[in-house]
């Protein structure tokens, strides 16, 4: 081979080596480039077991399809921090059994439950020492009271008599639902069967309504097609409902298929609340409930930005319980945050309150105007993309 050509090949060769290795410096090396995450690498089995359960913490969501159950599992993904904090969500039968899961259930330190569930446990279950055992982190978006029927019923008055399904034991309509229909002196033939099946009922006939207690809107009834011969009925809201449920409405916008266009159709909604085991000072259940509310608080923002549940952005960190204590450890984060930022919905919320001249005589006069005020709220962000 003539011996200048050899000369280049030979360069040639070496700088594609160099590049070789240029190349795995900017990629960190081989090893970087297809690492096994750190979590997975192992251990000796007593270090693998301590760190697993050191900072574990497990969360009562609800059913699998619901709006409760995804605010679990954003929170899980949120506060994750490795094995420092493991959010673990818990498919559940649904918030009614959770309050029964947080007393009971080995391995639940926090449930998503509803303020009526613990006023039943409390004043007809006479649960012994709830208000000390249950506290809670914060109260949550209200859950909707959905009934939905064919379009021969048009009231819930034509339900008296008739079949309705309240959902699975233990979730919330099983409950709210059935203490609503009781109040309102409606008695129906009551079956407990999951949603989806009770839905193919009501379109066969088998049944005359299914009930859910829910955040809007759900998934659940935006797949009902067009002129499917359903719709949900309006929920009178009367005295008799008037201390655990706020006045609130669905509309074409939440659900167009079981909505006439431009029309809303009134309800009631009920406070979700986002309780917590009153573990004892000190004890290793409340070193990790502990670390679960300080992070969440130091988070919170992030859950109210895209891609979390636009029902975040309804929640206000300050916003109280009746009958409930606050989390002792939430009270210290709520009072640090209140003194480095200013809750813009808090402040709102207010100045509404002003402009409307509406005199507030309790609580329940205050979450109904919240309401009001949200949906105002989402009418003025509606006029502004328009």
């Keep these: ?60 969501g ?9 605010l679990v599992d954003e929170m899980a993904k949120v506060l994750d921090d490795g094995d420092n904090l493991r959010v673990i969500p818990m ?4 918030a ?22 613990f006023d039943y446990f409390r004043q007809e279950r006479h649960t012994p020492n709830l208000q000390e055992r249950v506290h809670y982190i914060l109260r949550l978006p209200v859950g909707e009271l959905h009934i939905l029927a064919r379009t021969e019923t048009h009231k819930i008055e034509d339900l008296r008599g008739k079949r309705v399904n309240f959902g699975p034991a233990g979730s ?31 379109r066969a006939g088998e049944v005359d309504a299914l009930v859910r207690v829910i955040p809007k809107p759900v998934d659940f009834y935006n797949k009902i097609p067009p002129n499917s011969g359903l719709h949900l009925i309006p ?9 655990n449920y706020a006045l609130s409405e669905f509309s074409s916008k939440d659900y167009p298929t079981v909505v006439p266009t431009n029309e809303t159709v009134e309800t009631i909604a009920v406070p979700a609340v986002l309780a917590v085991f009153n573990w004892q000072p000190g004890s290793d259940r409340h070193r990790r409930v502990k670390r679960f509310v300080e992070r969440l608080f130091a988070n919170f923002e992030k859950l109210q930005k895209p891609p979390f549940h636009p029902k975040w952005k309804d ?72």
């Design 172 to 202: 919330a309509s099983s409950l709210t639902g059935t203490l609503v229909f009781q109040r309102l002196g409606i008695p129906v033939q009551q079956t407990l069967v999951d949603n989806s099946t009770a839905l193919q009922k009501l």
């Design 235 to 243: 929920v009178p809201y009367t005295k008799a409902l008037s201390d």
């Design 315 to 386: 929640v206000n960190l300050a916003a109280t319980v009746p009958g409930w204590k606050r989390f002792a450890v939430a009270e210290q984060e709520l009072a640090v945050k209140s003194q480095t930022s200013d809750s813009s919905l808090e402040r709102d919320f207010q100045t509404f309150v002003r402009q409307s001249g509406v005199a507030l005589r309790n609580e329940a006069d205050r979450e109904a105007l919240f309401q009001n005020f949200l949906s105002w709220r989402e009418r003025q962000a509606g006029r502004r993309q328009q």
């Design 1 to 60: 081979m003539n011996p200048v050509r050899e000369t280049g090949v030979v360069m040639r060769r070496i700088g594609i080596v160099c590049g070789l290795f240029i190349g795995l410096a900017l990629l960190g090396g081989p090893a970087s480039a297809q690492q096994v995450p750190q979590s997975l690498q192992g251990g000796t089995e007593t270090a693998m077991r301590s760190n697993k359960n050191t900072w574990t913490v497990g969360v009562a």
């Design 91 to 94: 498919v559940t039968h649904g």
């Design 96 to 117: 009614a059994s959770n309050l029964d899961d947080l007393l009971y259930l080995r391995g639940v330190d926090i449930a998503i439950t509803q303020s009526d569930v």
């Design 62 to 70: 609800g059913l699998v399809d619901g709006t409760y159950m995804r």
